[in-house]
T-cell receptor, first 114, second 115 residues
Framework: NAGVTQTPKFQVLKTGQSMTLQCAQDMNHEYMSWYRQDPGMGLRLIHYSVGAGITDQGEVPNGYNVSRSTTEDFPLRLLSAAPSQTSVYFC?????????????FGPGTRLTVT | GENVEQHPSTLSVQEGDSAVIKCTYSDSASNYFPWYKQELGKRPQLIIDIRSNVGEKKDQRIAVTLNKTAKHFSLHITETQPEDSAVYFCAAHRRNTGTASKLTFGTGTRLQVTL
């Protein structure tokens, strides 16, 4: 199993550009989530999904969209990139529909917005 | 919502000493408390977790304690080794109705184990 994969590993965007961060898992996990990691601020939840067709907002959802058309994939879309979105983004998945099980993180995407 | 505070932000110990990291949470409905370790440039990985019906849990050199009354939980690492050097994150999960299921993370503790 590849586990949780993310692409790209690095990305530089100009302000106003849009892009999609890809996340896929091959463990048949129902729960998937996106976090951003900024220095001194830990991991903050952006959006999450408890199954195909179901998504909900986390604590910092503004400027990001998600969809979950399949169990395996959970892409994160930046609609109009801003310098404040410079961060490291982690996708994670967990078995069941709750995160009271181990979360498996992807390798991360380092995004810089200039 | 839930608020998780983590202390200290940095911790330096000598090899073989013990390290303790403390977290407090605000929501008494929280029921699951995992700890994640993140080595430099790597992804976070679960090292131990505890549920609200348990006061203490051990796994070799690491242990976690939970005080529900005081709303705090701690990570204890004994006989520290250089490979324990990493950033450690605590988190709290609040039981919600419906589909809501979120983890709130602390801000992290950078542990440095010196020789």
């Amino acid at each position: 199993n590849a586990g949780v994969t993310q692409t790209p590993k690095f990305q530089v965007l100009k302000t106003g550009q849009s892009m999609t961060l890809q996340c896929a898992q091959d463990m048949n996990h129902e729960y998937m989530s996106w976090y951003r990691q900024d220095p001194g601020m830990g991991l903050r939840l952006i959006h999450y999904s408890v199954g195909a067709g179901i998504t909900d907002q986390g604590e910092v959802p503004n400027g990001y969209n998600v969809s979950r058309s399949t169990t395996e994939d959970f892409p994160l879309r930046l609609l109009s990139a801003a310098p404040s979105q410079t961060s490291v983004y982690f996708c994670a998945s967990s078995s069941g529909r709750s995160i009271i099980y181990e979360q498996y993180f992807g390798p991360g995407t380092r995004l810089t917005v200039t | 919502g839930e608020n998780v505070e983590q202390h200290p932000s940095t911790l330096s110990v000598q090899e073989g000493d013990s390290a303790v990291i403390k977290c407090t949470y605000s929501d008494s409905a929280s029921n699951y408390f995992p700890w994640y370790k993140q080595e430099l440039g790597k992804r976070p990985q679960l090292i131990i977790d505890i549920r609200s019906n348990v006061g203490e849990k051990k796994d070799q050199r690491i242990a976690v304690t939970l005080n529900k009354t005081a709303k705090h939980f701690s990570l204890h690492i004994t006989e520290t080794q250089p490979e324990d050097s990493a950033v450690y994150f605590c988190a709290a999960h609040r039981r919600n109705t419906g589909t809501a299921s979120k983890l709130t993370f602390g801000t992290g503790t950078r542990l440095q184990v010196t020789l």
